[in-house]
């Protein structure tokens, strides 16, 4: 019995010794060994900058260009006048709504500065006594 342990311990050990000096040989291996395969090959390019100018060198801005740019624009307005119906009078409902928060925005302040007006509605002379 004792004959298979220390046979079973060599064979153990051997294998364990035998992997090591594997491993030790191939790291070793690579620190000697100078290959061009070995190194990553890659090419260096700079960035370049683009430039791009707004207006031909030829020309500046002609008439035609800023005809079309204000056809555009007013295309647009149309179009934002349209879906903002800013064309149609204001509602009777929102006129009286803007009443009520004057009114009672005044009221919440009157009590305050114990005038109904504001120091920016003052004669310029009384502003200046109050500095």
Do not use: H
């Amino acid at each position: 019995m004792n004959r298979v342990i220390s046979w079973l311990q060599n064979f153990l050990l051997r294998q364990v010794v035998i992997v090591c000096l594997i491993g030790a040989t191939f790291f070793i291996g690579q620190c000697f060994t100078y290959s061009s395969a070995m190194i990553a090959q890659a090419d260096v390019k700079t960035p370049e900058g683009i430039y791009y100018k707004g207006t031909p060198d030829s020309q500046g801005i002609g008439d035609n260009q800023v005809r079309n740019a204000q056809e555009k624009l007013k295309d647009t307005v149309d179009n934002v006048r349209e879906k903002l119906n800013l064309n149609e009078e204001t509602p009777r409902a929102t006129k009286e709504f803007q009443a009520d928060v004057k009114r009672k925005a005044k009221e919440a302040v009157e009590p305050i500065t114990n005038r109904d007006r504001g120091y920016y509605q003052q004669p310029e002379a009384q502003r200046e006594i109050r500095r």
